[in-house]
C-alpha cells in the first residue's frame, strides 16, 4: 500500500512538473483566466541574448528592446501598424481645467510630440501637436508646432474653438515669413512682411529685363479697383515746361507713326505697359491738350474780336 502512495505520488509530481514546464518544451490552451502578479520582479521575454519585451514589476512600464522603460509602453525600434489612434488625455475635452502653468498644460494636454528634446521642464519635441481644454490659461484650441533642433519655432497653426486661427512659418530669427490669420468674424488676412517678399501665381519668374515685381502672374487679374503710387504730369502747367508746337506733334506722327512720349504699338506688345506709368503719361497728353485748345481759345476770342472792330 505505502509502495502505491509513493508511485502515486511520484506520477502526481511528474504531472505539475509537466503542467508548468509546458510553455517552454510545447503549446497549451488557456481554460480560464490567468492572473501574474509580478510582485515587484521583472517579467523579460527575451528571443535570444539580448532584446525582447521587458516588465517592470514594480512601475508596469513595458519595454520592447529596452530593460529601463520611461513610459507606459516604450519601444526601442521601428513600430509597424495600420491605424494609429491618439486621444486627449482628458475624458471631456470641453471641460474647463485649471493650470499652474503653460510648462504643466503643455504636458498634460499633449496629444502627439516627436524628435528630439528640446526642453526637458515642458517636454517639448521637434514635432508635436497639443489640444488644449477650455482652461485659467486659454480658451479651448488645438495647436500644432514644428520647431528646429535650435528650440526655434518655424511652423505653427493654433485654431481656437468656435474663435480666431492662424498660420504662421518663421524664420530661423523667429521672424514671420508667411502668415494666414483669421479672426473668426471673417476677416482673413494673408501677409509676407518681409520687405524682399515675392509672390509668384502660376510662375515662379518676378524679372522681366532689368525690372523686378514682388506679384507676378501668369494669366488674367480681375478687382473692382487698383490704387498704385507714382509720379504724376502736372510738370506740364509748370513754366518751363517745353511744349511741342503742333507741328511738331504732326511730324511725329507722320515719321513715327504715334504720340511723342508714348510707345508704340509694337513696343507695348513686347514689353507691356506700367499702368501708373501710361496713366502720367496719358495725363500729360490731356494736359497738353488743354493748353493747346487754351490757346486755340485765345486765337478764337482774338479774331471774334477783330472782326466785331469791322
Known amino acids: 500500500m505505502k509502495k502505491f502512495l509513493f508511485a502515486a505520488m511520484l506520477l502526481?509530481?511528474?504531472?505539475?512538473?509537466?503542467?508548468?514546464?509546458?510553455?517552454?518544451?510545447?503549446?497549451?490552451?488557456?481554460?480560464?483566466?490567468?492572473?501574474?502578479?509580478?510582485?515587484?520582479?521583472?517579467?523579460?521575454?527575451?528571443?535570444?541574448?539580448?532584446?525582447?519585451?521587458?516588465?517592470?514589476?514594480?512601475?508596469?512600464?513595458?519595454?520592447?528592446?529596452?530593460?529601463?522603460?520611461?513610459?507606459m509602453l516604450d519601444v526601442n525600434g521601428n513600430i509597424k501598424s495600420t491605424r494609429g489612434i491618439f486621444t486627449t488625455a482628458f475624458s471631456n475635452p470641453l471641460q474647463t481645467q485649471n493650470f499652474n502653468s503653460w510648462d504643466?498644460?503643455?504636458?498634460?494636454c499633449r496629444v502627439i510630440s516627436a524628435g528630439s528634446l528640446l526642453n526637458a521642464t515642458s517636454n517639448a519635441r521637434t514635432f508635436g501637436f497639443y489640444e488644449y481644454p477650455p482652461s485659467n490659461l486659454n480658451p479651448a484650441a488645438v495647436f500644432f508646432t514644428v520647431q528646429d533642433q535650435s528650440y526655434k519655432s518655424r511652423y505653427r497653426f493654433w485654431a481656437n474653438v468656435n474663435g480666431s486661427?492662424?498660420?504662421?512659418?518663421?524664420?530661423?530669427?523667429?521672424?514671420?515669413?508667411?502668415?494666414?490669420?483669421?479672426?473668426?468674424?471673417?476677416?482673413?488676412?494673408?501677409?509676407?512682411?518681409?520687405?524682399?517678399?515675392?509672390?509668384?501665381?502660376?510662375?515662379?519668374?518676378?524679372?522681366?529685363?532689368?525690372?523686378?515685381?514682388?506679384?507676378?502672374?501668369?494669366?488674367?487679374?480681375?478687382?473692382?479697383?487698383?490704387k498704385v503710387y507714382t509720379t504724376w504730369a502736372d510738370y506740364v502747367f509748370e513754366e518751363d515746361y517745353k511744349l511741342p508746337t503742333l507741328e511738331e506733334v504732326e511730324k511725329h506722327i507722320v515719321e513715327k507713326g504715334h504720340l511723342i512720349d508714348i510707345p508704340s504699338a509694337a513696343e507695348v506688345e513686347e514689353k507691356g505697359i506700367e499702368l501708373g506709368e501710361m496713366n502720367?503719361?496719358?495725363?500729360?497728353?490731356?494736359?497738353e491738350l488743354t493748353l493747346y485748345t487754351i490757346e486755340l481759345n485765345k486765337q478764337v476770342q482774338e479774331l471774334k474780336s477783330q472782326i466785331k472792330k469791322q
Not at 502720367?280 to 494736359?287: A, M, T, V
Request: proline letters at 2%; hydrophobic letters at 30%; charged letters at 15%.
Open 165 to 226: 486661427s492662424y498660420m504662421t512659418l518663421y524664420d530661423g530669427s523667429q521672424q514671420t515669413n508667411f502668415s494666414i490669420t483669421d479672426d473668426g468674424n471673417n476677416l482673413v488676412q494673408v501677409t509676407l512682411p518681409k520687405e524682399n517678399s515675392f509672390l509668384g501665381i502660376g510662375t515662379t519668374s518676378f524679372s522681366d529685363g532689368t525690372d523686378t515685381y514682388r506679384l507676378s502672374v501668369n494669366g488674367n487679374i480681375r478687382a473692382h479697383r487698383v
Open 280 to 287: 502720367k503719361l496719358l495725363l500729360q497728353k490731356i494736359e
Open 104 to 108: 504643466e498644460m503643455s504636458n498634460m
Open 12 to 71: 502526481g509530481s511528474a504531472f505539475a512538473i509537466t503542467a508548468q514546464t509546458t510553455i517552454y518544451t510545447g503549446n497549451g490552451t488557456l481554460n480560464s483566466n490567468r492572473t501574474v502578479r509580478l510582485a515587484g520582479n521583472y517579467l523579460y521575454f527575451q528571443p535570444s541574448s539580448a532584446g525582447g519585451m521587458f516588465i517592470n514589476g514594480t512601475t508596469g512600464l513595458v519595454g520592447v528592446n529596452t530593460t529601463s522603460p520611461s513610459e
